[in-house]
């Protein structure tokens, strides 16, 4: 799909980290083979990565505004954190995450969903992609930075971030933005850099997709959507008579799925009835459990608005502030990356487009740490004139690659 017709969802989160003492600068990447997908520990994984997703999401929520999230992106980027961890920041992290097993079967876990989750074919694609950014003087365990390479295909890059935060943000930001096709260029800001920056972990999932079904053109026309005090805008509703997906009803709620081209992802369109929408997003992990209980394949009419939405979410604010984590910022406890590490902060950023032809989505996490210092109409119908909660999904392992919600499309 175009870059003008497609849905964008980019998501960012930073982890900053300085140590006490310098080291050398980042040698060359070491060379490693990926293991074959083990997906003995994925479920697990991905039961807890979409649980610790929905949770900042709600948490993330600002009052009439448009906010979407990238479980999978937050996860990778804290992810290759724990890979390092220690003592009560490795168990925060396990706490918060649900990470499954321990040590090696865990980094398993995280390569098998990485791979599985990844594919390149005709209409769709999915790029997950790590990194590591080091200052200039502070050099990682070799053991993590192998455990980086192997396991999350991570290779290290050495930036002036603690002498020249400016330079160390455009490089970082211009590697953002090659890999999420430009769709994420100012992430990072040279205030999050000071004289102790050592480390920044940085993922980016980018999707790409078409939908199975294109909605047609010609059949996009402006409607009424209503906003949650009452008033209405008018964006233009895309319409598609005899849409193929599965559906279901629910106590206050009507759901349905979009599946795009291959099969392999899909969009999950959850309409709350008329004045329920609070209470149904506040209660959005039991609801979808009731949706995957519920859904059943169906020949339905679908009416979805065009969009594009932004927002971006200080993570650790959110974590510490909103849902009372503990034990993992400013907290020493990161011995398998270098000495006198914990993790400082950690941001979100998510851009949503959606339209006829499909979805363009992107996600990036970056994690720094800081040293203590026609026919007949289907009887089924999802008519999105009212704000509604979208779920972009993995369907082979039901892994959540974004979740957000539509309040003003206009």
């Known amino acids: 799909m175009g870059p003008a017709k497609s849905l964008a969802t980019v998501g960012a989160a930073l982890l900053a980290a300085t140590a006490l003492a310098a080291c050398a600068p980042a040698n060359a990447d070491p ?25 900042l999401y709600l948490a993330a929520r600002e009052d009439g505004e448009n906010t979407a999230v990238s479980p999978v992106s937050i996860a990778l980027a804290f992810g290759m954190a724990d890979a390092g961890a220690s003592d009560s920041v490795a168990v925060a992290l396990e706490d918060f995450f649900g990470f499954p097993a321990e040590g090696e079967a865990r980094l398993h876990a995280f390569n098998a969903l990485e791979q599985t989750i990844s594919s390149e074919g005709d209409g769709e694609v999915v790029r997950i992609a790590n990194r590591i950014f080091t200052d200039s003087a502070f050099e990682p365990r070799d053991d993590y930075r192998t455990a980086l390479a192997t396991y999350f295909g991570a290779g290290a890059e050495a930036v002036p971030m603690a002498t020249n935060g400016e330079a160390a943000a455009k490089r970082i930001n211009d590697w953002i933005s090659d890999r999420t096709e430009g769709l994420i260029e100012d992430l990072v800001k040279p205030e999050m850099f000071n004289d102790l920056s050592r480390a920044m972990l940085a993922n980016t999932v980018y999707m790409n997709a078409d939908w199975e079904q294109p909605f047609t053109a010609e059949a996009t026309s402006p409607h009424p959507f209503t906003l949650l005090d009452g008033s209405t805008v008018q964006p233009d509703m895309m319409w598609q008579h005899g849409a193929v997906g599965e559906v279901v009803t629910g106590d206050g709620w009507v759901a349905a799925t979009k599946p ?34 519920g859904l059943t394949p169906a020949e339905y009419i679908l009416a979805l608005p065009k969009f594009t939405a932004e927002s971006s979410t200080d993570l650790r604010e959110v974590m510490e502030g909103r849902l009372g984590v503990t034990g993992l910022f400013d907290v020493v406890g990161l011995d398998g990356i270098g000495p006198e590490l914990s993790i400082s902060s950690a941001a979100h950023g998510v851009k949503v487009i959606v339209d006829e032809e499909g979805t363009e989505a992107a996600a990036a996490t970056v994690v720094g740490m800081a040293g203590t210092s026609a026919p007949a109409e289907p009887e089924f119908q999802l008519i999105a004139d009212r704000p509604f909660i979208y779920v972009i999904r993995d369907t082979a392992t039901d892994a959540i690659l974004f979740v957000g919600r539509v309040l003003d499309p206009s």
Do not use: C, K
């Open 31 to 55: 060379e490693v083979d990926r293991p074959a997908p083990d997906a003995t520990n994925l479920p697990a994984l991905v039961t807890g990565i979409n649980a610790s997703g929905l949770a």
């Open 260 to 293: 795009y081209i291959g099969g392999d992802r899909e969009m999950l369109i959850v309409l709350p009835d008329a004045g329920t929408f609070t209470a149904v997003e506040d209660d959005l992990a039991a609801v979808l459990a009731q949706i995957d209980d």
